[in-house]
């Protein structure tokens, strides 16, 4: 089976640099066909770098990387310099990148690479909030046929929220851009909170990455370190949840995740849930699925998978 297309959508972030090397380092599976970049975890600004500074820490400076939307559609910016340190990437120290910002907007080349492509050839990959996919989707709305799944880390059911009580934090920066990408009817798959939560980075796991021994694996444990420091003191649990890594793992290998095709809809008005994911999990209304809601997942196989494909770089 050829690799398939994707482009990630993301606001890097440590877990997000793990989802993204991941993908680079399973070309069999997976061709990156760019990366754009969204303000999410950190602004726009310190994002596009962080995407162009993971992809030379994989010895991929040939990526294209994309400069994308600077804010929400409607709101003011969000941000989670508390969970990811001020440069998003705290932890190791890496350099700055050399390798170019492309000059065209990441909205734009999501819509080009669509029209391009052979219809239902690419899959888009969001790990961050949802404005650039909404955007595009609102500015060209031709593409929305074009895309062959939307494969997404956010929201949660079970889980709830873990930046407000009732919301995850990538659907609530821009919680009017998730309900255009959830009513959009492209195929959906979401990796929300009830999952990622079970990928826990435990201290056997993060030494299981420093024993690999390469630059990259490094790199990453030390991520880890820095930001379970929080997790870890919020939930009490015995590592830090490793998010959007789940995205791409999905798609190398489908087998370690299962779920519900349920409906899912997006608060935009509540002040007190403002951002929630209304999942119906247990199908108690009448409305239709549009989105396979992944509920667990097979965390050793998950992590066998992560730390085999990242010693590869």
Same mark, same amino acid.
């Given at each position: 089976?050829?690799?398939?297309?994707?482009?990630?959508?993301?606001?890097?972030?440590?877990?997000?640099?793990?989802?993204? *090397? *991941?993908?680079?380092?399973?070309?069999?599976?997976?061709?990156?066909?760019?990366?754009?970049?969204?303000?999410?975890?950190?602004?726009?600004?310190?994002?596009?770098?962080?995407?162009?500074?993971?992809?030379?820490?994989?010895?991929?400076?040939?990526?294209?990387?994309?400069?994308?939307?600077?804010?929400?559609?409607?709101?003011?910016?969000?941000?989670?310099?508390?969970?990811?340190?001020?440069?998003?990437?705290?932890?190791?120290?890496?350099?700055?990148?050399?390798?170019?910002?492309?000059?065209?907007?990441?909205?734009?080349?999501?819509?080009?690479?669509?029209?391009?492509?052979?219809?239902?050839?690419?899959?888009?990959?969001?790990?961050?909030?949802?404005?650039?996919?909404?955007?595009?989707?609102?500015?060209?709305?031709?593409?929305?046929?074009?895309?062959?799944?939307?494969?997404?880390?956010?929201?949660?059911?079970?889980?709830?929220?873990?930046?407000?009580?009732?919301?995850?934090?990538?659907?609530?920066?821009?919680?009017?851009?998730?309900?255009?990408?959830?009513?959009?009817?492209?195929?959906?798959?979401?990796?929300?909170?009830?999952?990622?939560?079970?990928?826990?980075?435990?201290?056997?796991?993060?030494?299981?990455?420093?024993?690999?021994?390469?630059?990259?694996?490094?790199?990453?444990?030390?991520?880890?370190?820095?930001?379970?420091?929080?997790?870890?003191?919020?939930?009490?649990?015995?590592?830090?949840?490793?998010?959007?890594?789940?995205?791409?793992?999905?798609?190398?290998?489908?087998?370690?995740?299962?779920?519900?095709?349920?409906?899912?809809?997006?608060?935009?008005?509540?002040?007190?849930?403002?951002?929630?994911?209304?999942?119906?999990?247990?199908?108690?209304?009448?409305?239709?699925?549009?989105?396979?809601?992944?509920?667990?997942?097979?965390?050793?196989?998950?992590?066998?998978?992560?730390?085999?494909?990242?010693?590869?770089?």
């Amino acid at each position: 089976m050829p690799a398939r297309d994707i482009i990630i959508d993301t606001d890097p972030g440590q877990d997000d640099a793990a989802a993204i *090397l *991941l993908a680079l380092a399973s070309p069999d599976e997976i061709n990156v066909l760019g990366i754009t970049a969204v303000a999410g975890n950190v602004p726009l600004p310190l994002t596009q770098k962080n995407a162009r500074i993971v992809c030379e820490l994989a010895g991929k400076p040939d990526v294209k990387v994309f400069a994308g939307c600077a804010s929400p559609m409607v709101r003011k910016l969000v941000t989670a310099e508390h969970v990811h340190g001020k440069t998003g990437l705290d932890g190791p120290t890496l350099p700055d990148p050399t390798m170019p910002l492309q000059s065209q907007h990441g909205v734009d080349f999501i819509i080009e690479t669509l029209r391009e492509r052979p219809s239902g050839s690419v899959t888009l990959c969001p790990l961050g909030p949802l404005t650039n996919i909404a955007s595009a989707l609102t500015a060209a709305p031709d593409i929305v046929e074009r895309v062959q799944e939307i494969v997404l880390m956010g929201g949660a059911y079970f889980e709830v929220g873990n930046i407000t009580p009732a919301a995850e934090f990538n659907i609530y920066v821009d919680p009017e851009a998730a309900d255009i990408v959830f009513k959009s009817g492209i195929k959906i798959t979401v990796m929300p909170l009830d999952v990622t939560h079970k990928a826990l980075v435990t201290p056997e796991r993060v030494n299981a990455l420093r024993a690999a021994n390469t630059n990259v694996c490094s790199a990453m444990a030390d991520m880890v370190d820095f930001f379970e420091r929080f997790d870890t003191d919020k939930y009490g649990s015995n590592g830090a949840p490793l998010h959007d890594p789940c995205v791409t793992a999905y798609l190398i290998k489908p087998e370690l995740f299962t779920g519900r095709f349920i409906n899912v809809e997006i608060e935009t008005a509540s002040e007190l849930t403002l951002g929630m994911t209304v999942a119906d999990w247990w199908r108690v209304t009448t409305r239709d699925p549009n989105a396979m809601f992944i509920g667990d997942i097979d965390a050793d196989g998950f992590f066998d998978l992560l730390i085999t494909r990242l010693a590869r770089l």
